[in-house]
């Protein structure tokens, strides 16, 4: 079970989280990109067997969305909070 | 090879059982080879041992990190099953259930299959009308799918006393699912393995590899591993969960994420079920095995996952969720849990291809892969031969993602 630092509730237990995937790509205009940029965004999640950036949503606490940096492995948060621009 | 049968049990126990022939050698490993596949689980052996039967190559290797079948193909719950959504999905499970029930005198090595009907116990509509949907493209492909009462419901699982009208999630239903089965998951590398070897293939445990190797026109040329180079104009990776560590070391990047997956195993108890119990609605599933334990999983890990453990949490839900239907379990004792990490694609469907790297081919994305290993070692073996798709995996191509073709089996397996 992960202790999960919220930017506002501080340290609290994983299962008050909703997992938001990984950080890819922003989202392009499908307008304004081609068909392989646009197929990448859709397709490519970052896999790292080691540190990987994610989001968690504060589902059953603030309700705060906010990215964090932890290790797949060792399950270890390396990086607290950066809240969602 | 030294065949498996009463006869040689008999002749063996007269000398007690002290010469058994070895069931494969381990000889040094060569520079090179015609194959080289990286794993050795369910798909990377069934793949060695089809090259080698169907296709008459056996100049290969099949290299392996740890020992083999210490991976996810003896780290599943071993439910054999047909019931996919879509067309181009049924016909190759329909394939590989039919092979699994044909292997034991394929490879003379008991299997062990029993063929048991699974039920999916359902507690919405929508769920049934999934379910229903499906039926009726399984119709068409042969696959058995019916809806029964919750009458029938309960005939069939007698130690299901929860769920009832009361109850915060009352069963409405269920489908019944008569092709599945369970088998035993060490026999299946085991014995794709020692028959393999038979047929020349050469097994090599504890040799990691650690990069793919490529020429200077770009085409395959081998693997870096802990051993030293070895070369291959044909490389197969079929490494579960460590795709993507393989595959970028050639910068190929593909559409994976890693998760983990858990099961756990209840005390030994005397026959109390004897069919595959599935509760999707309620997040978990089960069997009995042949020496009475219940084999129980539940839902994966929630966030990406290179770790093979289980979340207390995780657990708790699972076995919630169960004691909900089947109160009476709550005196039983779980003797052992364990996770194992699988590797998705975004429609949930494998990709077995070559990629963009000529000569390198990718067998992955198996989440529910273990009743894939019998066809999808001889699709990918027929691939791998002939340099072109097998019919029956010809639409799990690399491609259909740059096209967006998605085959989207989500929620048709324990990925939810
Ligand atoms: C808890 C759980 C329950 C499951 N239940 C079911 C089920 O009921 N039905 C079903 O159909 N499927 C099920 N699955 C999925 C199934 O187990 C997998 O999809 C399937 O086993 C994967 O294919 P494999 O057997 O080839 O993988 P594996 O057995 O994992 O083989 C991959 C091998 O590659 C090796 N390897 C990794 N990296 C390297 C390297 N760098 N060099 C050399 N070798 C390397 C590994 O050590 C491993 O032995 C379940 C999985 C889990 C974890
Ligand atoms: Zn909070």
Redesign the interface.
């Known amino acids: 079970?992960l202790l999960i630092h919220c930017p506002f509730c501080k340290n609290r237990?994983?299962?008050e989280f909703?997992?938001g995937g990984?950080v890819g790509a922003n989202r392009p205009d499908p307008n304004l990109v081609s068909d392989?940029e646009w197929?990448d965004y859709?397709?490519?999640?970052p896999?790292p067997?080691g540190p990987?950036y994610?989001r968690w949503w504060h589902a059953r606490g603030c309700d705060k969305w906010f990215i964090i940096c932890?290790d797949?492995?060792?399950?270890e948060i390396l990086e607290n909070p950066s809240e969602e621009p | 090879m030294q065949n498996y049968s009463l006869l040689s049990l008999a002749r063996n126990a007269l000398t007690g059982h002290k010469n058994w022939q070895k069931a494969w050698r381990s000889p040094p490993l060569k520079e090179k080879y015609e194959v080289v596949i990286i794993g050795a689980g369910g798909h990377g052996l069934a793949t060695a041992y089809y090259l080698a039967k169907e296709f008459g190559i056996t100049d290969v290797a099949v290299l392996e990190r740890g020992w083999l079948g210490g991976g996810n193909v003896a780290r599943n719950t071993v439910t054999v099953r047909s019931n996919y959504l879509r067309d181009q999905s049924i016909p190759f499970y329909v394939k590989s259930v039919s092979l699994y029930e044909g292997l034991t005198k394929k490879l003379n090595f008991n299997m062990m299959h029993s063929k048991r009907t699974m039920v999916d116990v359902v507690h919405n509509y929508p769920k049934m009308r999934d379910l229903r949907r499906r039926q009726l493209t399984m119709d068409i492909y042969n696959s058995t799918y019916e809806k029964i009462s919750v009458d029938r419901v309960r005939q069939l699982i007698p130690a299901l006393t929860g769920g009832g009208a009361g109850s915060r999630l009352p069963i409405i239903g269920g489908m019944v699912h008569k092709d599945a089965g369970v088998n035993r998951h060490d026999a299946v590398a085991w014995g794709y393995a020692r028959a393999a070897d038979a047929l020349g293939v050469e097994m090599h445990q504890k040799t990691a590899v650690t990069s793919l190797l490529r020429a200077n026109n770009g085409d395959i040329q081998g693997v870096g591993t802990v051993k030293g180079n070895v070369e291959a104009k044909k490389v197969v990776v079929a490494v579960s969960g460590?795709t993507?560590?393989i595959t970028e070391t050639a910068s190929l990047?593909l559409?994976?994420?890693?998760m983990n997956l858990t099961a756990f195993v209840s005390e030994p108890i005397k026959p109390i079920v004897d069919v595959i119990v599935n509760c999707s609605d309620l997040g978990f599933y089960f069997s009995q095995s042949d020496k009475g334990e219940l084999v129980i999983g539940g839902a994966p890990d929630?966030?990406?996952?290179?770790?093979r453990d289980i979340?207390?949490?995780v657990f708790e839900d699972t076995v919630g969720a169960m004691l909900e239907l089947f109160p009476s379990f709550k005196n039983l004792k779980l003797l052992r849990q364990w996770g194992g990490h699988l590797?998705i694609t975004?429609d949930a469907s494998p990709i077995m291809d070559e990629t963009d790297v000529p000569g390198l081919f990718v067998t992955a994305g198996w989440w529910g892969g273990y009743k894939a290993i019998p066809a999808g070692g001889l699709t990918m073996a027929y691939h791998v031969a002939t340099n072109s798709p097998h019919p029956l995996m010809k639409a799990f191509s690399y491609n259909r993602?740059?096209n967006?073709d998605y085959i989207l089996e989500t929620g048709t397996t324990t990925a939810r």
Request: hydrophobic share 30%.
């Open positions: 079970m237990n994983e299962t909703v997992y990984p392989e197929v859709l397709t490519m999640v896999n067997m990987v994610e932890r797949t492995v060792t399950h | 460590h993507t560590t990047r559409p994976l994420r890693t929630s966030a990406q996952s290179f770790r979340k207390q949490h590797d975004p993602f740059k967006l």
